[in-house]
């Protein structure tokens, strides 16, 4: 099989150049070692190209964990990269001037994707640190009755939307502070902070096709939000998030999310169009096979399934063909199945069988058949090994057997 | 300028299409065909002349990006992935990735262009 064959040549060539990542695990990154090789193989004309053509990476189906840049995305910041590196804080010449003017396109871009007024949104490092930002607050104003909500717009991990709309009016008529992190629902759902009644905000530029490193906080000023900054220094962004503004950066979470609102509609029905795909195939092919989330209020582009009598890590390293997750970035080091699915109420064993899907703007018909038609394979298989299914077809009921300890 | 006729857009679809097969991102260039497929499409009965001038000034600034985009990524490593049959596209490029001393054909900073510096001007002789 030439697959087979490619691998075998992929291997020796790890072997005689060892990368500089060579202790790097070995699914996925022992791909990116060998593309370094041909740097030390001889560039002869008809050496060199099926070298590299033999040298395959797996398709991406987790844009929960990120998303890659748009070219729109990418044409606007290179301008910032390479000819107009002014510091926007510079208020004395024209680098200045027109990095400034940049950022504040790019905050306008951000702000009249989520409905919100310019001055609201500050440029931060990512979601991660506009939450803390965020939560920060709550000890900044303390008083007998503040306290703060704060709540996932759409889950990373099984995809489901929260009713925002209604918890911002409870929050609202009770004065109590509303932050939600939309990381996962800028740009991909419709949202307006003054409909939803939302007072802070959390963004993440590369969940939405722009680059890392860079997010924004919303922060409402008709009834004024008071955060505490994270980081002091010279008072940029309102004095809430001293240090440089990164242009290039902002100009590129600013064209992110122009390019959100303009293909919100467009990407929503193609990625509906491809969830159903995927989860038609496979729940006709195969039994047992459970979706977690509430099917109604959930986002089509992240489709978390379990696989009953199936270990969802021996079937991520299966398809390894395909990059895919069993569940949040953020838990990943740990062994435990995800909080999330237990939250929810699903079984120990269904929780640890659990693989997320990721349909993004970029993802193919092609891609979806090809992880629908290797994901079929694979869990029959895995199921043809193991012990426990072979019981549940001799009709015994799991639930009813004592496991001894030995 | 004269409004665009069926000719002109038909020739701008045609471009963009062109152009946009010469990404060599996999999920760049299957991209960039359907949208275009589908916005063209959808556009397709739009009689307004402000409305449709609108639209081809839109589809010719989208083409310039994709141009740009289709130059800088040609340095960029075009490998294949699971499942696709290798499409050998900007084959030049990728065998003169690692040769020593080769480099793109233009730099990145030339595809946004810049104006010149003051000193530069002063550098023209006098006639």
Known sequence: ?406 | MAASSRAQVLDLYRAMLRESKHFSAYNYRTYAVRRIRDAFRENKNVKDPVEIQTLVNKAKRDLEIIRRQVVSLKSMPAVGMVGRTHIPSSGTALRNLYLPGSSSQVHIGQLYSTDKLIIENQEKPRT
């Open chain 1, 1 to 406: 099989m030439l697959l087979r064959t490619a691998w075998r040549r992929a291997a020796a060539a790890v072997r005689a150049a060892p990368g500089p990542r060579s202790e790097a695990p070995a699914r996925g990154l022992r791909l990116r070692v060998v593309d370094n090789a041909p740097q030390s193989a001889v560039p002869s004309d008809t050496a060199t190209a099926p070298e590299v053509e033999s040298v395959l990476r797996p398709l991406y189906m987790d844009v929960q964990a990120t998303t890659p840049l748009d070219p729109r995305v990418l044409d606007a910041m290179l301008p910032y990269l390479v000819n107009y590196y002014g510091n926007p804080h510079s208020r004395t010449h024209a680098y200045g001037w027109e990095s400034e003017a940049a950022m504040e396109r790019a905050r306008q871009q951000v702000a009249s994707l989520i409905g919100a007024d310019p001055r609201e949104i500050i440029f931060t490092s990512g979601a991660t640190e506009s939450n803390n930002i965020a939560v920060k607050e709550l000890e900044a104003a303390i008083q007998p009755d503040t306290s703060l909500v704060s709540v996932m717009t759409v889950n990373n991990e099984i995809g489901v939307k929260q009713p925002i709309a209604e918890i911002g009016q409870i929050c609202s008529s009770r004065r109590v502070y509303f932050h939600t992190d939309a990381a996962q629902a800028v740009g991909k759902i419709p949202l307006d902070v003054n409909d939803m009644k939302i007072d802070l905000m959390s963004i993440s530029g590369h969940k939405i096709y722009g680059p890392k490193g860079v997010g924004a906080i919303y922060i409402r000023r008709r009834p004024r939000v008071r955060v505490e900054a994270l980081q002091s220094g010279g008072g940029q962004e309102r004095g809430m998030r001293s240090g440089t503004v990164p242009t290039p950066l902002v100009v590129g979470l600013g064209a992110a999310c122009e390019v959100a609102q303009q293909e919100m509609e467009y990407d929503h029905k193609w990625i509906s169009k491809l969830a159903e795909r995927l989860t038609k195939k496979i729940m006709n092919s195969l039994p047992d096979v459970v979706m977690n989330g509430d099917p109604e209020h959930h986002y089509p582009g992240c489709i978390n399934l379990s696989f009953a009598y199936v270990e969802g890590e021996s079937l991520l390293m299966a398809l390894k063909d395909v990059a895919l997750s069993s569940g949040s970035a953020c838990t990943s080091a740990s062994l435990e199945p995800s909080y999330v699915l237990r939250a929810i109420g699903t079984d120990e064993d269904l929780a640890h069988s659990s693989i997320r899907f990721g349909i993004g703007r970029f993802t193919t018909e092609e891609e979806v058949d090809y992880t629908v038609e290797k994901c079929i394979h694979h869990v029959k298989r895995l199921r043809e090994m193991s012990p426990l299914w072979e019981m549940v077809q001799d009709g015994i009921d799991l639930k009813s057997i004592k496991w001894t300890q030995h």
